[in-house]
């Protein structure tokens, strides 16, 4: 099973790779904006491009595998059986569409529900993030380390801007007990700050191609993810996540009782 892992981790490299570099090239090209559920959720022509890309390409190379993709160019899921990509072409396309800055690109790919392997690139920032549980966790190469330990007063907290300001589920008074929050705009990038130690946690409203990639590979380095109800991400509907080192589940939960 590790070298059909390692196999699709491959793949994911090399498309990734592909994308990144025409999402450069194109980057200050003219663009096609549409909403979508409102003035705020936009969709690009190269948000769509992008999908079909990845889509052509896992059907090519995995014809018995399902798709969840965010511009619905995959499969219409009826249960998480068998092998799933999550695919969400440009995560932050308001950032791609008004800074030109701070989006990603992003696979997850999961076997009967569980997670198997991901891969995220901040395209801009030329950094590609990708592994899992079986092969470890990669950042442009290089392996990194399972995190350690660490109090939540010493490092960041990845937000989500509305939910904050609301301070839904006191989600202040969590950020309360950190170094601070952060906002970007993509989930993708809060997860590379995650997992690559920068932050301890995250915490947002999440489609399930939002959060696929990310707790694919933080499975492979120590990082949790959590839905409200304190179980795994359910990737079937919109839901908030708690992302990040154990102990910013274990504080979030204090503050709901």
Known sequence: MV????????????WLSIVGDQLRRDLHSPLKVSTKSGRNDLVTNLDKQTEQFYVQQIRAHYPEAHICGEEGFGDQLTDLSGLVFFVDPID???????????????IGVYLDGQPLVGAILDVIGAKLLVGGA??????????????????IAEGLLGVNAMMYAANKYHLQDLAAQT???????SA????????TGQQNG???SLSPWDVAAGWAIGQGIGIEAHNLAGQ??????REVIIAGIPEIWRSFQKLQN
């Open 179 to 185: 170094s601070g929050v952060r906002v970007t705009g």
């Open 188 to 195: 993708g990038l809060e997860f590379i700050q995650v997992i």
């Open 232 to 237: 795994q991400p359910q990737l079937r509907d």
């Open 3 to 14: 070298q059909a892992t390692l196999k699709i981790q491959q793949d994911l490299v090399e």
């Open 92 to 106: 932050g396309t308001m950032n791609f569409v008004r800074q030109k800055n701070n989006f990603a690109t992003m």
């Open 202 to 204: 995250y915490v947002s």
């Open 134 to 151: 079986e092969t470890g966790v990669q950042l442009n190469g290089y392996p990194l380390k399972q995190i350690e330990p660490a109090p």
